[in-house]
């Protein structure tokens, strides 16, 4: 089923070349849309909100380290062959022979995700239907199974999950992030205005 999955998706690449551009697009622009976002939450929100959406962007920060950092240690002890290697496929975009269970894309995109719904942000049905988006573009592109998808976003909610039920315990670290920032930022007062 993963594989039938994955083919059906696949096939389409390389008969739509508008598409084709729009799916590598989404999947290659995933790291610069997460730090734009996150400056986006750090810097726009009003006086009201600015430390909950401060904190927000700290939580994802975290979920991301830890949602990576389990990711990581998955893919020391289990190789899971890409679409690529095992089968004739449409792919797009270059990727190393690495594994492909777990999508570390699908783990950054979903850990966007899954700490604004736990958070019960504004922005959360958007920044879903983008993390949905660009599980869709790993496949469509040939890297990556829906298996891999579905094990990023599931890695990412727990990691979300078990960030934010531990929050008081990383709260002396979030203290020192704030610290950091105002040290930084206290002669720059167009920034400056962003501490609390």
């Known amino acids: 089923m993963n594989y039938g999955i994955f083919q059906w ?19 290659d622009s995933v790291p610069y849309v997460v730090i734009v976002f ?18 927000t962007a700290i939580y994802i920060v975290f979920t991301c380290l830890l949602g990576l950092g389990l990711n990581a240690l998955i893919h020391l002890f289990y190789y899971h062959p890409r679409p690529f290697i095992t089968y004739n496929v449409h ?7 690495d594994s492909s269970f777990v999508s570390d894309h699908s ?11 736990l958070r019960k942000d504004s922005w959360k049905y958007p ?18 199974y829906p298996a891999d998808v579905i094990g990023g976003a599931l890695l990412s909610f727990g990691a979300g999950f078990v960030i934010l039920k531990f929050s008081n315990k990383l709260e002396p670290v ?6 950091i920032y105002k040290k930084l930022t206290k002669h720059i007062p167009v920034l400056a205005k962003y501490s609390h």
């Not at 070349?17 to 590598?24: A, N, S, V």
């Open 174 to 179: 979030v203290q020192v992030v704030f610290n």
């Open 9 to 27: 998706i696949n096939d389409i690449a390389g008969r739509y070349p508008f598409l084709d551009k729009g799916m590598i697009f989404i999947t």
């Open 38 to 55: 996150m400056l986006f939450l750090w810097f726009t929100a009003n006086k009201e909100k600015r430390a909950e959406k401060q904190y």
């Open 91 to 97: 792919q797009l975009v270059p990727h190393a022979n």
């Open 127 to 144: 920044v879903l239907v983008w993390a949905i988006l660009v599980g869709i573009s790993r496949i469509y592109v040939g890297v990556h």
């Open 107 to 117: 783990v950054l995109v979903f850990a966007v995700a899954c700490t604004l719904l």
